[in-house]
C-alpha cells in the first residue's frame, strides 16, 4: 500500500472505475472546461500572439497619416509617402496600395476581382517572393514604362487561369484593359491590411498622381531598417511631414504622421472580442474545476472510513494528501484527452461562426504549441481539482479520523468549503449570465434598426466605368443614364437611384470642411460633415422623405449652377432657427472647391449602431461631380432578390466588362452587418448556459449530499415536531444564503466583465439594471428550483429510519 506515486495511481484508476456515477460527470465537466479554454486560446494565440508569416515580420510597419477628420482609418497619400521614402533613413523600404474591384472578362461574361493598385515597395516591404515570375517593379510605373502588368495570387492563378504552368506572358482584361500576367505568388501567401487582392498591378506614376497630397487613400506597408526603434521612425517621419506641411500648408497642414508595428494594428478591432472570449473560457474553465473540486471532496468526505483503514494501517497524511492528487490529475488527464478532441472540434466550429475580417483566422489549426499548452492546463486543473479536498484533509486530525469513522455526517470546516465552492460557482456563472444578457440586449437594439426609410423591396450593386473606355465624366454620366434607363424597364422595377456611398452597403465618403456664406469662419475654425453624391432618384427611390425645398434634377448638370441637398441634423445644427434653402456653401477641400446653393432638405438616416449620433450630411449632384463608381439602389414592386439575374443581363447587355458587384438586398446587406454582434452574443451565451448549468448542478449537488449527510439532524427536528414545510424552508434558506452571496461577488464581476464588452455593446450601459436584475432572478430562480427537490425529499423522510441510521 506504500509504494509510492505508482501505487497511487494504481488506486485512482481503481476508485474512478469503481465509482463511474462521480467519475463521468467529471470527466466530462473537465472535458468542456479544457477543450473550450484550449480551442478559444487557440484562436487568440495565433491572432494576437504568434508573429506574422513574414520574414522579419517584426521590422514591418504601417504608416498612418491622422488629421483632425482623418478617423481612424491608417491611410496615406502617395506623395508624401514618396518623398518620405526619398529621405528616410529609418525605412528600408516602403510602399502604398490600394484596392478596386475590376470587370474580369471571361468566356461567361465579366466577373468582379478584387485588384491591388501597388507601389512595388509595398510587396517588397512584405518579403514576398514570387513563386513563378517576378514582382512589380519601378519600371513598371511611369506612362512610358510597361504598366500593362499583372501579378496574381495562386488561387486565382489555379481558379482562373487553369493552374497553367507557361502562365508567364499570358494575358487578361480587366476592365477593358489588357494585362500580361508576369508572375505568381506562392500559394497561402497573405497580404496584411488586403488580404482580399487577387491581382496586382503597378500604381500609375505622373505628375497628376504626384499632386494629390490631399487624398489619403492608400494603405502602406514599410520595413524598418536594421536596429531601428519604431520610436527613431516615428521621429523622423513627423520631422518630415512638418517640412512637408510648411511646403504644402493647404494639403499637409494640419496633419501628422504615426507609426504602427503591422501585427499590431492588423489585430487592433478584434483583440476586445478575442480577449473578451478568453475572459469568458477561462471562468468557464475556473467553473469545471470548482465543479469537480466540489464533487471530489464530497466524495472524499464520504470515503472518510476507508481513508481512516489505511491511515491507520501506516499511510501517513502526505500519503493521503498525494493520493488525493493523483485522483485529481488522472482525472483532469482523461478530461484533458477528451477535451484536445473537443478543441479541434471547436477551432472549426469558431473558424465557421466568426465574421469576417477576423486576420489570420483561417490558420488557425491546434498544433503542437497549442497542445503543449493544453497539457500544461490539464496538469494545473488537476492540481487545482484535487487541492481543496487535499488540504481539507490535512487540517484533519487523522488519529481522531479512525475513531470517528462511523457515520454520514459531516463537520462544519468541510460544509463551509463546499458552500464557498457552490456560491464561487453561482458568481462565475453570473458574471456570464450577465455577459450574456448585455449582449442579448445590443443584439436586438441592432435587430430593431429603423433607418427612416422602407428597407423591404430594396435591391444595390456597386459598378465601375473602365477609365481606359470612359476616360471622361461625359461618357461616365451617359453611361450611368443608360444604364438607369435600362433598369427602369425591367418588369416588377418602381424607380432607380445612384449615390456614391450609403446607409450599410457603401459607409462614407468622409467628412469635409464646410464654410456657410456670410458666417465668417475661417478654413481653420470649419467644422466637418459627411458627404455624397446622388442622382435625381436617390431620395425617392430609397424612400427618405423631403422635408423642404426640392431634390435633385436632371437639369442639375455641370452647365447648372452647383446645388446640394442637406439633411435635417445639418440643417438643425447650423440653421437652428433659420432657412437653410437657398443657403450658399463652400467645400474647400473637394475637388475645385465647389460654392454650392442649398437647394433641399431632406430627413435623417438613422445610424445602425443605436448608440452612433446623426451626424450632418450634405448631398451633391452626381450629374455635376460624376465619378466612375457608384452604386446604384433599385425598389422594386415584388421580391428584389428575385430581380438580380435581370439587373446582370442588363448591364452586361450595354457593356460586358461592367460588372454587379456586392449585388443584394437590403436585408442582405443589413444580415452582413449583423454577423459579428450574432457571433460574440453566440458564443458567449453558449458559455452562459454552461455555466448556469455547472452552477445549478453543483448547488443541487451541494443540497442533495447535505441533506444526506445531515439526514440525522433533519430527522430529529422532524420527530421533534417541525413540520414538512418547515424543514423545506430551512433547506431552502440554506441555498438562498449561497445564492445571495455568489450573487453579490457575480454582480461585482460581471461589472468588470460588462466593461470588457464595452466596444462590442449597443445602445446599452455597461451597468444596465436591467439586464444585471434580469440575470439575478433567472440564476437565483434556477438555483431555488434545483434546490426544490432534495428540500422536498429531506422533508419527506422517515424521522425514525433517519435516526436509526446516524
Given at each position: 500500500?506504500?509504494?509510492?506515486?505508482?501505487?497511487?495511481?494504481?488506486?485512482?484508476?481503481?476508485?474512478?472505475?469503481?465509482?463511474?456515477?462521480?467519475?463521468?460527470?467529471?470527466?466530462?465537466?473537465?472535458?468542456?472546461?479544457?477543450?473550450?479554454?484550449?480551442?478559444?486560446?487557440?484562436?487568440?494565440?495565433?491572432?494576437?500572439?504568434?508573429?506574422?508569416?513574414?520574414?522579419?515580420?517584426?521590422?514591418?510597419?504601417?504608416?498612418?497619416?491622422?488629421?483632425?477628420?482623418?478617423?481612424?482609418?491608417?491611410?496615406?497619400?502617395?506623395?508624401?509617402?514618396?518623398?518620405?521614402?526619398?529621405?528616410?533613413?529609418?525605412?528600408?523600404?516602403?510602399?502604398?496600395?490600394?484596392?478596386?474591384?475590376?470587370?474580369?472578362?471571361?468566356?461567361?461574361?465579366?466577373?468582379?476581382?478584387?485588384?491591388?493598385?501597388?507601389?512595388?515597395?509595398?510587396?517588397?516591404?512584405?518579403?514576398?517572393?514570387?513563386?513563378?515570375?517576378?514582382?512589380?517593379?519601378?519600371?513598371?510605373?511611369?506612362?512610358?514604362?510597361?504598366?500593362?502588368?499583372?501579378?496574381?495570387?495562386?488561387?486565382?492563378?489555379?481558379?482562373?487561369?487553369?493552374?497553367?504552368?507557361?502562365?508567364?506572358?499570358?494575358?487578361?482584361?480587366?476592365?477593358?484593359?489588357?494585362?500580361?500576367?508576369?508572375?505568381?505568388?506562392?500559394?497561402?501567401?497573405?497580404?496584411?491590411?488586403?488580404?482580399?487582392?487577387?491581382?496586382?498591378?503597378?500604381?500609375?506614376?505622373?505628375?497628376?498622381?504626384?499632386?494629390?497630397?490631399?487624398?489619403?487613400?492608400?494603405?502602406?506597408?514599410?520595413?524598418?531598417?536594421?536596429?531601428?526603434?519604431?520610436?527613431?521612425?516615428?521621429?523622423?517621419?513627423?520631422?518630415?511631414?512638418?517640412?512637408?506641411?510648411?511646403?504644402?500648408?493647404?494639403?499637409?497642414?494640419?496633419?501628422?504622421?504615426?507609426?504602427?508595428?503591422?501585427?499590431?494594428?492588423?489585430?487592433?478591432?478584434?483583440?476586445?472580442?478575442?480577449?473578451?472570449?478568453?475572459?469568458?473560457?477561462?471562468?468557464?474553465?475556473?467553473?469545471?474545476?470548482?465543479?469537480?473540486?466540489?464533487?471530489?471532496?464530497?466524495?472524499?468526505?464520504?470515503?472518510?472510513?476507508?481513508?481512516?483503514?489505511?491511515?491507520?494501517?501506516?499511510?501517513?497524511?502526505?500519503?493521503?494528501?498525494?493520493?488525493?492528487?493523483?485522483?485529481?490529475?488522472?482525472?483532469?488527464?482523461?478530461?484533458?484527452?477528451?477535451?484536445?478532441?473537443?478543441?479541434?472540434?471547436?477551432?472549426?466550429?469558431?473558424?465557421a461562426l466568426a465574421p469576417p475580417g477576423i486576420p489570420r483566422l483561417d490558420r488557425v489549426v491546434v498544433?503542437?504549441?497549442?497542445?503543449?499548452?493544453?497539457?500544461?492546463?490539464?496538469?494545473?486543473?488537476?492540481?487545482?481539482?484535487?487541492?481543496?479536498?487535499?488540504?481539507?484533509?490535512?487540517?484533519?486530525?487523522?488519529?481522531?479520523?479512525?475513531?470517528?469513522?462511523?457515520?454520514?455526517?459531516?463537520?462544519?470546516?468541510?460544509?463551509?468549503?463546499?458552500?464557498?465552492?457552490?456560491?464561487?460557482?453561482?458568481?462565475?456563472?453570473?458574471?456570464?449570465?450577465?455577459?450574456?444578457?448585455?449582449?442579448?440586449?445590443?443584439?436586438?437594439?441592432?435587430?430593431?434598426?429603423?433607418?427612416?426609410?422602407?428597407?423591404?423591396?430594396?435591391?444595390?450593386?456597386?459598378?465601375?466605368?473602365?477609365?481606359?473606355?470612359?476616360?471622361?465624366?461625359?461618357?461616365?454620366?451617359?453611361?450611368?443614364?443608360?444604364?438607369?434607363?435600362?433598369?427602369?424597364?425591367?418588369?416588377?422595377?418602381?424607380?432607380?437611384?445612384?449615390?456614391?456611398?450609403?446607409?450599410?452597403?457603401?459607409?462614407?465618403?468622409?467628412?469635409?470642411?464646410?464654410?456657410?456664406?456670410?458666417?465668417?469662419?475661417?478654413?481653420?475654425?470649419?467644422?466637418?460633415?459627411?458627404?455624397?453624391?446622388?442622382?435625381?432618384?436617390?431620395?425617392?427611390?430609397?424612400?427618405?422623405?423631403?422635408?423642404?425645398?426640392?431634390?435633385?434634377?436632371?437639369?442639375?448638370?455641370?452647365?447648372?449652377?452647383t446645388v446640394a441637398v442637406i439633411n435635417r441634423a445639418m440643417?438643425?445644427?447650423?440653421?437652428?432657427?433659420?432657412?437653410?434653402?437657398?443657403?450658399?456653401?463652400?467645400?474647400?477641400?473637394?475637388?475645385?472647391?465647389?460654392?454650392?446653393?442649398?437647394?433641399?432638405?431632406?430627413?435623417?438616416?438613422?445610424?445602425?449602431?443605436?448608440?452612433?449620433?446623426?451626424?450632418?450630411?450634405?448631398?451633391?449632384?452626381?450629374?455635376?461631380?460624376?465619378?466612375?463608381?457608384?452604386?446604384?439602389?433599385?425598389?422594386?414592386?415584388?421580391?428584389?432578390?428575385?430581380?438580380?439575374?435581370?439587373?446582370?443581363?442588363?448591364?452586361?447587355?450595354?457593356?460586358?466588362?461592367?460588372?454587379?458587384?456586392?449585388?443584394?438586398?437590403?436585408?442582405?446587406?443589413?444580415?452582413?452587418?449583423?454577423?459579428?454582434?450574432?457571433?460574440?452574443?453566440?458564443?458567449?451565451?453558449?458559455?452562459?448556459?454552461?455555466?448556469?448549468?455547472?452552477?445549478?448542478?453543483?448547488?443541487?449537488?451541494?443540497?442533495?449530499?447535505?441533506?444526506?449527510?445531515?439526514?440525522?439532524?433533519?430527522?430529529?427536528?422532524?420527530?421533534?415536531?417541525?413540520?414538512?414545510?418547515?424543514?423545506?424552508?430551512?433547506?431552502?434558506?440554506?441555498?438562498?444564503?449561497?445564492?445571495?452571496?455568489?450573487?453579490?461577488?457575480?454582480?461585482?464581476?460581471?461589472?468588470?466583465?460588462?466593461?470588457?464588452?464595452?466596444?462590442?455593446?449597443?445602445?446599452?450601459?455597461?451597468?444596465?439594471?436591467?439586464?444585471?436584475?434580469?440575470?439575478?432572478?433567472?440564476?437565483?430562480?434556477?438555483?431555488?428550483?434545483?434546490?426544490?427537490?432534495?428540500?422536498?425529499?429531506?422533508?419527506?423522510?422517515?424521522?425514525?429510519?433517519?435516526?436509526?441510521?446516524?
Open positions: 500500500m506504500l509504494d509510492g506515486p505508482r501505487q497511487d495511481l494504481r488506486l485512482a484508476l481503481r476508485e474512478i472505475r469503481r465509482a463511474p456515477g462521480f467519475a463521468v460527470p467529471a470527466i466530462l465537466t473537465l472535458a468542456l472546461g479544457i477543450g473550450a479554454s484550449v480551442a478559444v486560446f487557440s484562436v487568440v494565440d495565433h491572432i494576437l500572439f504568434r508573429p506574422l508569416s513574414i520574414r522579419d515580420s517584426g521590422r514591418v510597419v504601417t504608416i498612418c497619416e491622422t488629421g483632425p477628420r482623418s478617423g481612424d482609418y491608417c491611410a496615406v497619400a502617395t506623395p508624401n509617402l514618396v518623398d518620405w521614402a526619398r529621405s528616410s533613413r529609418s525605412i528600408e523600404t516602403m510602399g502604398a496600395a490600394r484596392t478596386e474591384s475590376m470587370a474580369l472578362r471571361t468566356a461567361a461574361g465579366a466577373r468582379g476581382v478584387s485588384v491591388g493598385i501597388a507601389m512595388p515597395g509595398f510587396l517588397r516591404a512584405l518579403a514576398i517572393a514570387p513563386e513563378r515570375g517576378r514582382m512589380l517593379a519601378e519600371t513598371d510605373g511611369p506612362p512610358d514604362g510597361d504598366g500593362r502588368v499583372a501579378v496574381v495570387s495562386h488561387e486565382f492563378w489555379s481558379r482562373e487561369l487553369g493552374g497553367d504552368p507557361d502562365v508567364l506572358g499570358r494575358t487578361m482584361v480587366l476592365d477593358g484593359d489588357t494585362y500580361r500576367v508576369i508572375g505568381v505568388l506562392p500559394e497561402g501567401a497573405s497580404v496584411p491590411r488586403l488580404e482580399h487582392a487577387q491581382v496586382w498591378i503597378p500604381l500609375p506614376w505622373d505628375p497628376a498622381t504626384a499632386a494629390y497630397r490631399d487624398w489619403r487613400g492608400f494603405v502602406s506597408a514599410a520595413r524598418l531598417a536594421p536596429g531601428v526603434s519604431l520610436q527613431q521612425a516615428r521621429a523622423e517621419l513627423r520631422r518630415e511631414e512638418s517640412a512637408l506641411a510648411s511646403a504644402f500648408p493647404e494639403t499637409v497642414g494640419g496633419w501628422s504622421v504615426d507609426v504602427h508595428p503591422m501585427r499590431a494594428y492588423l489585430v487592433r478591432s478584434a483583440r476586445p472580442l478575442l480577449l473578451a472570449l478568453l475572459f469568458a473560457v477561462a471562468l468557464v474553465l475556473l467553473l469545471a474545476c470548482t465543479t469537480v473540486s466540489g464533487l471530489v471532496l464530497a466524495r472524499a468526505v464520504g470515503r472518510r472510513r476507508d481513508m481512516a483503514v489505511r491511515y491507520a494501517l501506516g499511510a501517513g497524511r502526505g500519503r493521503l494528501v498525494s493520493g488525493l492528487l493523483v485522483e485529481g490529475l488522472v482525472l483532469s488527464a482523461l478530461g484533458g484527452g477528451a477535451g484536445a478532441f473537443l478543441a479541434m472540434w471547436g477551432v472549426r466550429a469558431l473558424r498544433d503542437g504549441r497549442i497542445l503543449l499548452v493544453a497539457g500544461l492546463v490539464t496538469v494545473v486543473t488537476g492540481l487545482a481539482v484535487g487541492i481543496l479536498p487535499a488540504l481539507r484533509l490535512r487540517d484533519r486530525d487523522l488519529g481522531q479520523l479512525f475513531g470517528g469513522a462511523r457515520g454520514t455526517s459531516i463537520d462544519r470546516k468541510t460544509r463551509r468549503s463546499r458552500r464557498v465552492l457552490v456560491a464561487g460557482q453561482l458568481a462565475l456563472a453570473l458574471v456570464l449570465v450577465t455577459g450574456s444578457g448585455l449582449l442579448l440586449r445590443s443584439f436586438n437594439n441592432l435587430l430593431d434598426w429603423r433607418p427612416g426609410f422602407d428597407t423591404e423591396h430594396l435591391l444595390t450593386f456597386w459598378t465601375f466605368a473602365s477609365q481606359g473606355k470612359y476616360p471622361e465624366p461625359p461618357g461616365v454620366l451617359s453611361l450611368y443614364r443608360r444604364i438607369d434607363a435600362r433598369l427602369e424597364g425591367l418588369p416588377g422595377v418602381r424607380s432607380v437611384g445612384t449615390v456614391s456611398a450609403g446607409p450599410l452597403f457603401g459607409g462614407g465618403d468622409g467628412l469635409t470642411p464646410l464654410l456657410i456664406q456670410g458666417r465668417g469662419w475661417t478654413r481653420d475654425q470649419a467644422p466637418g460633415v459627411a458627404w455624397y453624391d446622388a442622382g435625381p432618384d436617390y431620395f425617392r427611390t430609397l424612400g427618405e422623405p423631403l422635408l423642404r425645398g426640392r431634390t435633385f434634377r436632371e437639369s442639375d448638370d455641370a452647365s447648372a449652377p440643417a438643425a445644427r447650423f440653421w437652428p432657427n433659420g432657412e437653410p434653402v437657398g443657403a450658399t456653401l463652400t467645400l474647400p477641400e473637394l475637388d475645385g472647391a465647389p460654392t454650392v446653393r442649398v437647394v433641399g432638405v431632406v430627413a435623417d438616416v438613422q445610424p445602425f449602431l443605436p448608440d452612433r449620433a446623426i451626424e450632418p450630411e450634405i448631398y451633391l449632384s452626381n450629374r455635376q461631380r460624376t465619378r466612375w463608381a457608384t452604386y446604384f439602389v433599385i425598389r422594386t414592386d415584388g421580391d428584389p432578390a428575385a430581380l438580380a439575374p435581370a439587373v446582370r443581363r442588363a448591364l452586361a447587355g450595354i457593356d460586358s466588362d461592367l460588372e454587379a458587384s456586392h449585388l443584394g438586398t437590403m436585408r442582405d446587406h443589413i444580415g452582413a452587418q449583423l454577423v459579428q454582434p450574432r457571433f460574440e452574443m453566440l458564443v458567449v451565451s453558449v458559455f452562459a448556459v454552461i455555466a448556469m448549468l455547472l452552477g445549478v448542478l453543483g448547488l443541487y449537488g451541494l443540497i442533495a449530499y447535505t441533506t444526506r449527510a445531515r439526514a440525522g439532524e433533519i430527522g430529529m427536528r422532524l420527530a421533534l415536531g417541525a413540520s414538512p414545510r418547515r424543514v423545506v424552508l430551512w433547506v431552502l434558506g440554506d441555498a438562498a444564503g449561497m445564492i445571495a452571496v455568489g450573487g453579490l461577488a457575480g454582480i461585482a464581476g460581471g461589472l468588470l466583465f460588462a466593461r470588457a464588452l464595452r466596444g462590442t455593446l449597443h445602445g446599452v450601459p455597461t451597468e444596465d439594471p436591467i439586464t444585471f436584475a434580469t440575470a439575478v432572478v433567472v440564476l437565483g430562480t434556477c438555483a431555488l428550483l434545483a434546490a426544490l427537490r432534495p428540500a422536498v425529499r429531506a422533508a419527506r423522510m422517515d424521522p425514525a429510519r433517519a435516526l436509526r441510521e446516524e
